[in-house]
């Protein structure tokens, strides 16, 4: 049964040579998008090590000719919209038209060491993606707002790149409506959320007056292995730690009746020795399955299963995220590409 659907893998946070190699696999082996991070800092336990989003994707380019290259998801707060928009005409030129701008809020462990203000995060980002979408359309560009403000300005050379947005609140998934050529959320809140929050872009941007088709994408989290006690043993820990420092932290503690001292979510965590300590000792204590839901894991059937469901709710495109070792990730994505991609192209 022949669907449309297509498959990215978002690229590890470092070491250099495995971000290589992952994007050639990719590449070579049925992969329609390659994504990375645009971080200051890398996630995880102990190595925190990120390069840079824009000069990655222009080296991935001169080594690629198929693949979509995309940011998932890049902010406008470290780098001024316009600046954005000229880094990804410049991906856009030299991949032969392959670029993706993928643009959300931003999160506190990139902003606040570095003494960026990380208040109204939504508001900013509402600015950045018109600015963003009117330097792609037009010649020049005046532009009063709140936060930002452009006076015959312009990039060129000008080029429509697709804009997508990593949105998951209703004002975010507002913004995908307004401006977004693709919505980008996590997979976290599971199918039945996600198929909602499609048919309300959808609306709105009917309401809006675009015509436009939106690319409906969704970024998750995997692990998969030949038997599911290996994916469950590999990805159970990551997944508390990524559970504790998400937005959602105060649903999860609820409900594993767990009372803690706050830690700051997402939006305002930042890396340290002290904030990590705290988030794996409170991840210890949350059951798994208060969790897992939020992550696709398991055999190939398992993972099969959970992207079916997306695809059900209307998912057009998946951004998959292997959440294991950086020894674990050519195999992962391997497994990915031999049993799982098949299934929904043959």
């Not at 070579?28 to 336990?45: A, E, Q, R, Y």
């Not at 701008?101 to 208040?119: F, H, Q």
């Not at 804009?163 to 401006?179: C, D, H, M, Q, Y």
């Not at 965590?269 to 794996?280: D, L, Q, V």
Request: charged share 30%; net charge positive; proline share 5%.
């Amino acid at each position: 049964m022949e669907k449309s659907i297509k498959f990215g893998i978002q690229l590890p946070h470092d070491p250099y040579d495995l971000i290589v190699r992952a994007t050639l696999f990719a590449e070579k082996n049925g992969f329609d998008s390659v994504f990375t991070p645009d971080h200051l800092v890398g996630i995880g336990f102990k190595n925190w090590s990120s390069y840079e989003a824009f000069t990655l994707l222009g080296y991935l380019a001169g080594i690629t000719t198929r693949v979509k290259l995309g940011t998932c998801v890049s902010d406008i707060l470290r780098r001024h919209p316009a600046v954005v928009a000229q880094f990804a005409v410049t991906l856009h030129d030299f991949s032969n038209g392959r670029a993706i701008l993928g643009v959300g809020a931003g999160e506190g462990m990139n902003l606040l060491p570095y003494g960026i203000d990380a208040k109204n995060l939504v508001s900013k980002l509402e600015e950045g993606l018109e600015i963003i979408r009117l330097l792609f359309e037009r010649e020049e560009v005046t532009y009063e707002g709140k936060y930002f403000r452009l006076k015959n300005a312009f990039v060129m050379p000008r080029k429509k790149v697709p804009l997508w947005v990593g949105a998951n609140s209703p004002r975010t998934i507002e913004l995908t409506a307004k401006f977004g050529d693709g919505w980008v959320p996590s997979a976290g809140n599971g199918p039945e959320v996600y198929k909602n929050n499609l048919k309300q872009i959808r609306k709105k941007a009917k309401e809006y007056g675009r015509d436009d088709k939106i690319e409906a994408a969704v970024f998750g989290y995997v692990v998969v292995e030949r038997e599911y006690e290996e994916a469950l043993r590999k990805i159970e820990m990551p997944a508390k730690l990524l559970a504790v420092m998400s937005p959602a932290r105060k649903y999860f503690l609820k409900k594993a009746g767990i009372d803690e001292p706050d830690l700051p979510d997402l939006l305002k965590f930042t890396f340290n020795r002290e904030t990590i300590s705290k988030a794996i000792e409170i991840g210890k204590k949350i059951p798994f399955e208060v969790v897992k839901d939020r992550f696709i894991f398991g055999t190939p059937d398992d993972v099969i299963e959970k992207l079916e469901a997306f695809l059900k709710a209307g998912a057009e495109h998946f951004v998959l995220t292997p959440l294991v070792r950086h020894s674990d990730y050519i195999p992962t994505v391997r497994t990915l590409s031999e049993k799982v991609i098949p299934y929904f192209r043959n």
